[in-house]
């Protein structure tokens, strides 16, 4: 006896395989805007935390993507090398992106996440959009680090004021201290220095 199967699909039961498509929603929170949270920090500073976080959040994935195109990009007889710093200095600056995103949310605010919303509000300039010689690539990261490093000594000193002490901690132990040692290793292949004296 033949049974016959049955090709005909019905109505798929609620919480299905069938992923839910083309969802919509309203904003939960606007950007700017800071949730209360049980902190022991008030809303003002909490809300100029956040700001001072978010320029120097916005900044710092400028960099980031300065560093990545740049070690896509390097040429010359230290490609190699440089290559390598370039890309290990991106990983730590993504690594601060975090860091300072979530602190943001940890505040109770909107961590600027949208690359083109960062491209608003930071202060590095773009770069062209081609390849530069080696030196200028170097030297614009350096000029990069440098509009981070004065924004983060200012806002450090503002948040301590205030009482933020996480903030301050955050700035000072992961912008400024990795922020300086990537400068060091940068300046430093911008030394005209022969190898060897005839």
């Given at each position: 006896?033949?049974?016959?199967?049955?090709?005909?699909?019905?109505?798929?039961?609620?919480?299905?395989?069938?992923?839910?498509?083309?969802?919509?929603?309203?904003?939960?929170?606007?950007?700017?805007t800071?949730?209360?949270?049980?902190?022991?920090?008030?809303?003002?500073?909490?809300?100029?935390?956040?700001?001072?976080l978010?320029?120097?959040?916005?900044?710092?994935?400028?960099?980031?993507?300065?560093?990545?195109?740049?070690?896509?990009?390097?040429?010359?007889?230290?490609?190699?090398?440089?290559?390598?710093?370039?890309?290990?200095?991106?990983?730590?600056?993504?690594?601060?992106?975090?860091?300072?995103?979530?602190?943001?949310?940890?505040?109770?605010?909107?961590?600027?996440?949208?690359?083109?919303?960062?491209?608003?509000?930071?202060?590095?300039?773009?770069?062209?959009?081609g390849?530069?010689?080696?030196?200028?690539?170097?030297?614009?990261?350096?000029?990069?680090?440098?509009?981070?490093?004065?924004?983060?000594?200012?806002?450090?000193?503002?948040?301590?004021?205030l009482?933020?002490?996480?903030?301050?901690?955050?700035?000072?132990?992961?912008?400024?201290?990795?922020?300086?040692?990537?400068?060091?290793?940068?300046?430093?292949?911008?030394?005209?220095?022969?190898?060897?004296?005839?």
């Open positions: 006896m033949n049974a016959s199967v049955s090709t005909t699909a019905g109505p798929e039961p609620r919480g299905g395989t069938q992923p839910l498509l083309h969802q919509k929603g309203h904003e939960l929170q606007a950007y700017g800071v949730k209360q949270l049980p902190i022991g920090l008030s809303h003002d500073t909490r809300r100029y935390s956040c700001q001072r978010n320029r120097i959040l916005a900044d710092t994935q400028m960099l980031y993507g300065l560093y990545k195109k740049h070690h896509w990009l390097m040429r010359g007889a230290t490609f190699y090398q440089l290559h390598l710093l370039l890309d290990k200095h991106a990983g730590e600056q993504l690594a601060i992106v975090d860091a300072l995103a979530e602190r943001v949310q940890s505040l109770g605010g909107v961590a600027v996440g949208d690359p083109r919303h960062a491209a608003e509000i930071t202060g590095v300039p773009r770069p062209p959009d390849v530069e010689e080696v030196p200028a690539m170097l030297s614009r990261l350096l000029e990069a680090h440098e509009t981070i490093l004065i924004e983060a000594r200012d806002a450090a000193s503002r948040v301590a004021g009482g933020d002490d996480g903030t301050n901690d955050l700035i000072v132990s992961d912008v400024i201290r990795i922020g300086e040692a990537q400068v060091w290793f940068l300046a430093e292949h911008l030394v005209d220095t022969p190898l060897v004296r005839v």
